[in-house]
């Protein structure tokens, strides 16, 4: 589902006496349905940099990525955002979405976007929202004033949403309390059992270990200081 | 999938000064592009160009009509184009006296463009005017005044209502944010997004707003001295941009 290969990735910071920083160097990963493959490595070592540039968020120097048989590093906008849409998707750490929208229609986004009925993109957030733990009231607000710990979790509810074939966990668990961590750990869990192709980052090392079926350690390949 | 509007090799100079320059792009239906640039980087002028407001010294906009044909707009007749720019494209102005007939009521200025494509029944168009102030979020019971006696942010979503209400395939947008104060702005996206969604509209919104942009556009374009520097999907644009003056750009960016 996921197949990387020779990747490399190099910063050039123009306006900072025109660094060059290469991140990294002959990357391979290869992901099957039904895989969760964890990113390991000391921070600085290019998870977030390798998880990004699957998502076309980051351009790739040279090297292939394979998503679907897309080669997200050659692909056309068009082409990524409809990855994006139907295939691909991405829980990031942080929530971002307008100001005004209320939370139950942020996470019946991704359902609508690929043409969903309105109402049952909207029964499958009031699930997902209710495992979840966000209280009903809350559902008619925009998450932009929750807590960070309810804008996480109405992240996930989003990424959840639409079961996408392949999906990026950024740091999944982080700063839930065990009841989330644990409805989390379950909607993985499911996500691998339909065949979803998963690439996650996880500190929580007791939640790498149950969900994760191999661990890549990025910093082999972390070029080294010449 | 054809294109919506193919450009190809625009220039346009003003004297021996360079407007923009040799710029080419396809847009495809239902994709929203945004260009970015500092003021007199081009951005407008190419703006003006593709919409058939300034005619560019070289170059071709093709722009495929409901029937499917392909026509070059630069070279077509100034009936065909006033014809499409009423019905077919749209353009949103950076300040809203620029869009509006200003000593005309609200429902007169979303009407007459109905009236424009042959729209004649008053009850009908009345009915369809205030079913278009109410998508805009302007109350029914403003209908029957004159742009002049609202607020800066109604004018705007007055403009967009004038110009949404034909069912256009193409919207260009110059600066649709600029002016307004902060609230009012995240309200006029989200109703832009809504809108953009929901009817399928493929779009060009000229902004020297990032943040408008990363909402709004799924692609960017960005313009330093009347050229394209840089283009490809936002979020990878404004994340890791490449050229020098893209990554100025969004270091410059004042965080909140």
Avoid at chain 1, 116 to 129: F, G, P, Q, S
Avoid at chain 2, 187 to 206: H, K, N, P, T, Y
Wanted: glycine share 8%; hydrophobic share 40%; net charge negative.
């Amino acid at each position: 589902m996921i197949e990387i290969s020779n990747l490399s990735k190099t910063f050039t910071l123009h306006n900072q006496g025109s660094v060059v920083i290469p991140v990294m160097q002959g990357a391979e990963l290869s992901v099957a349905r039904g895989q969760c493959v964890a990113l390991t490595g000391a921070s600085g070592a290019g998870k977030s940099t390798l998880m990004r540039m699957i998502y076309g968020n980051y351009l790739a120097a040279s090297g292939h990525i394979l998503v679907d048989g897309v080669d997200v590093t050659k692909a056309e906008p068009r082409e990524i955002l409809e990855l994006r849409r139907h295939t691909l998707g991405y829980v990031s750490q942080f929530l971002r979405v307008v100001p005004r929208v209320p939370t139950l229609d942020v996470v019946a986004e991704p359902l609508l976007a690929v043409g969903v009925e309105t109402e049952a993109a909207r029964d499958r957030a009031r699930d997902l929202l209710t495992r979840l733990r966000i209280p009903e009231r809350l559902w008619s607000l925009s998450p932009t004033s929750f807590s960070g710990g309810e804008q996480q979790r109405v992240n996930i509810a989003r990424g959840f949403a639409h079961d996408y074939p392949a999906m990026l966990l950024d740091e999944p668990t982080a700063s839930l309390d065990a009841a989330n961590r644990e409805t989390v750990l379950s909607l993985i869990e499911e996500a691998k059992a339909r065949g979803a192709a998963i690439v996650g980052i996880f500190h929580d090392e007791a939640a790498r270990d149950r969900v994760c079926d191999r661990e890549i350690d990025v910093s082999v390949y972390t070029p080294k200081a010449a | 999938m054809t294109p919506l509007l193919k450009v190809q090799g625009i220039e346009k100079r003003y004297g021996a000064r360079i407007g923009c320059r040799d710029v080419s792009f396809d847009l495809y239906p239902g994709e929203v592009m945004g260009i970015v640039g500092e003021s007199g980087s081009g951005k407008s002028t190419l703006l003006n160009c593709l919409a058939g407001i300034l005619t560019p010294d070289t170059g071709e906009v093709l722009f495929e009509m409901r029937d499917g044909a392909v026509k070059d707009t630069v070279t077509m007749s100034e009936p065909e184009r006033r014809m499409l720019s009423r019905t077919d494209w749209a353009f949103v102005h950076q300040h809203a006296r620029d869009g509006l007939r200003m000593n005309v009521s609200a429902g007169g200025n979303v009407g007459e463009r109905l009236m424009a494509v042959g729209a004649r029944h008053y009850g009908h168009i009345r009915d369809e005017a205030i079913d278009w102030l109410g998508r805009v979020e302007i109350n029914e019971s403003r209908v029957d005044d004159r742009p002049t006696a609202f607020s800066g942010g109604m004018q705007q979503r007055l403009q967009i209502a004038r110009n949404l209400v034909t069912g256009p395939r193409l919207v260009f947008m110059d600066e649709p944010t600029g002016g307004l104060d902060v609230s009012v702005q995240a309200r006029l996206l989200d109703l832009l997004r809504g809108l953009v969604r929901e009817m399928g509209l493929s779009a060009i919104i000229v902004t020297h707003d990032l943040a408008v942009v990363r909402l709004l556009a799924d692609r960017l374009m960005v313009m330093k001295d009347g050229h394209v520097v840089e283009s490809g999907l936002t979020d990878q644009v404004l994340d890791d941009p490449q050229h020098a003056y893209t990554q100025l750009l969004v270091s410059s960016v004042l965080q909140v």
